[in-house]
Each structure stands twice: as structure tokens, then as C-alpha cells.
């Protein structure tokens, strides 16, 4: 069982950074891969990131990818989300999320496969 935390969301500026941050609580934390997927108010909940239970492989939403990094601390049992440049259509609610497979696959872009969510932190991008 792993209970997740989501922190760092806020309200900024077009062209600036953010940090979330996902706290697990668990031991088994090091050994599943964990994603994070936003939602936009009227939208369904997309993908954007993911990172498998070592750190060594990610995989990205292609039109993400060069702006936000996924990473995690498994002696801490963090996993983080940097967010470099932000456009006013990154608003949304960031989720994270993790799964006990622990490796990628091409699933991972689907709600359903993941098995643990935590409740979302908010992410508003002013232009």
C-alpha cells in the first residue's frame, strides 16, 4: 500500500518554474515506478511524465518533453516534477501517481494502469 502526497502548485507567470513535489508514504515506495498526469478543468486527465522504480528510464508526453523532468529520491520517497518554462495551457491539476510493476511500458500513458493516486495539487499559469 502507498499513500501519496502531491506539493508546489501555485499560481505564476507565463514563462516560469515550478517544483512539485509527491511524498509516499510506504517502504515499499523504491521498488514502483510512478507517473504524473494533470487535469484541466472540462478535460480528461492526460499524461505527463513517468519514471521507473530505480530513476534510470523515463518516458515523457511528447509535447512536454524539453520542459518539464521527472525524478524521485528513493531514500527520501519523493518523487518530483520540474516545470520550466509554463504557458497559461499548462493550467491544471497535477496528479501523481504509482504502480508496483515498477517498470515502463506503453501503458503508462493510461489512468488505469496506475494503482495508487494521490488528491492533486493546483498549477495556474497567468499569461
Known amino acids: 500500500q502507498v499513500q501519496l502526497v502531491e506539493s508546489g502548485g501555485g499560481v505564476v507567470q507565463a514563462g516560469s518554474s515550478l517544483r512539485l513535489s509527491c511524498a509516499a508514504s510506504g517502504r515499499t515506495f523504491s521498488s514502483y515506478a510512478v507517473g504524473w498526469f494533470r487535469q484541466a478543468p472540462g478535460k480528461e486527465r492526460e499524461f505527463v511524465a513517468a519514471i521507473n522504480w530505480g530513476g534510470a528510464v523515463t518516458y515523457y508526453e511528447e509535447t512536454m518533453k524539453g520542459r518539464f523532468t521527472i525524478s524521485r529520491d528513493n531514500a527520501k520517497n519523493m518523487a518530483y516534477l520540474q516545470m520550466d518554462s509554463l504557458k497559461p495551457e499548462d493550467t491544471a491539476v497535477y496528479f501523481c501517481?504509482?504502480?508496483?510493476?515498477?517498470?515502463?511500458?506503453?501503458?503508462?500513458?493510461?489512468?488505469?494502469?496506475?494503482?495508487?493516486w494521490g488528491q492533486g495539487t493546483q498549477v495556474t499559469v497567468s499569461s
Open positions: 501517481a504509482a504502480e508496483a510493476r515498477g517498470t515502463l511500458t506503453k501503458e503508462v500513458v493510461n489512468v488505469a494502469h496506475w494503482d495508487y
